[in-house]
């Protein structure tokens, strides 16, 4: 087994509280803010770990059909389980009126668009993912480094063709992909120049990157990888390297940290379980504490709690699933 990089585990750690914070009803300048960068920076980390050992194509597909695609289906799964029995009954689910054949096919096509992945929309992350390694292990096994350059240029130019123009929705994300293997190959190609930064004093530079994110993206729409929308392609780069390279600079500081090291370590069980938990804390302020929902919305105080409370749930599902790595594509210890 491969030794673990305190620094990666911190800035997973960090990346996964923020997707949590960012689908909790919280205020729009967060979410935005969130938005432009947390999820280019998981694919960048992505990158950074990236490892064929010398692997055939054969090899390489089923470790990643283990470790992406087993957990993505058996969480859909599960998933649209709790959906089609409990999740669509509730007053404010916004799915009640879905055909049920439509997320069971969403199982399959990973199309976060029309209801199919609403039983998790999360878990589009995996099969974009799974694509994206599979692009860049064919890169890497038949293209020198000079050519992946030219070859990943070519896919952030369909991608930001399609974005402009087609608009077409693919199966498993392969349109994100198109974008996200950008995020992926700088991380695989800027791996040992972050070691010689570590020791530097990145505090005031992170904190200077997180300001040109917040005002640069104030300048752009609101951006969604996972529905391939990024409005000006150019500034959706330049904020999402930037929020990427300030989250991974605060972790050269933060690596110590005990918490962010073990929601980094369990950053795949919190991806694939957090979206129900907080529709389970909806259902249980709504229909328990009789709360409307809309009084949360935009709150910087409730969605602080329903992160909270999503990440401390999520410590006892961490510790059952843990026992059981076969359900994560993992081997036991």
Not at 105 to 116: A, C, L, R, T, V
Request: glycine share 4%; net charge positive.
């Amino acid at each position: 087994m491969r030794k673990r990089i305190d620094w990666i585990d911190a800035s997973k750690g960090l990346g996964i509280i923020l997707v949590v914070l960012g689908h909790t009803p919280t205020t729009d300048w967060l979410k935005t803010f969130i938005f432009s960068f947390h999820m280019p920076l998981f694919f960048f980390l992505s990158g950074i770990v990236y490892h064929d050992a010398n692997m055939t194509f054969k090899s390489f597909l089923y470790k990643k059909m283990k470790t992406l695609l087993l957990p993505y289906f058996i969480f859909s799964v599960l998933a649209y389980l709790f959906w089609f029995l409990v999740e669509r009954h509730f007053q404010f689910s916004g799915s009640s009126d879905v055909d049920p054949v439509v997320p069971f096919k969403g199982i399959f096509y990973s199309i976060p668009d029309n209801y199919m992945l609403t039983h998790n929309p999360a878990l589009w992350f995996l099969t974009c993912l799974f694509i994206v390694e599979i692009l860049f292990f064919c890169m890497k096994k038949w293209l020198k480094d000079r050519f992946i350059v030219y070859s990943v240029m070519l896919s952030a130019a369909l991608g930001y063709f399609n974005d402009q123009y087609l608009e077409v929705k693919l199966p498993w994300n392969i349109e994100v992909a198109l974008t996200a293997i950008v995020f992926y190959s700088a991380g695989f190609f800027l791996r040992h120049s972050l070691k010689k930064l570590r020791h530097r004093k990145t505090v005031l530079l992170s904190l200077l990157f997180f300001i040109l994110v917040g005002y640069l993206q104030s300048r752009n729409v609101r951006v969604d990888m996972r529905a391939n929308e990024y409005g000006s392609m150019a500034l959706f780069y330049i904020t999402s390297f930037l929020g990427t390279a300030g989250a991974v600079f605060t972790s050269f500081k933060l690596e110590n940290v005990k918490l962010l090291q073990f929601l980094g370590k369990n950053s795949l069980i919190i991806l694939v379980l957090h979206y129900p938990v907080i529709r389970i804390l909806k259902a249980v302020i709504y229909y328990f504490m009789d709360i409307s929902l809309d009084e949360t919305y935009g709150s910087l105080l409730w969605s602080g709690m329903y992160t909270a409370l999503t990440l401390l749930i999520m410590v006892p599902c961490i510790f059952i699933l843990n026992r059981y790595p076969v359900l994560l594509g993992r081997r036991r210890c």
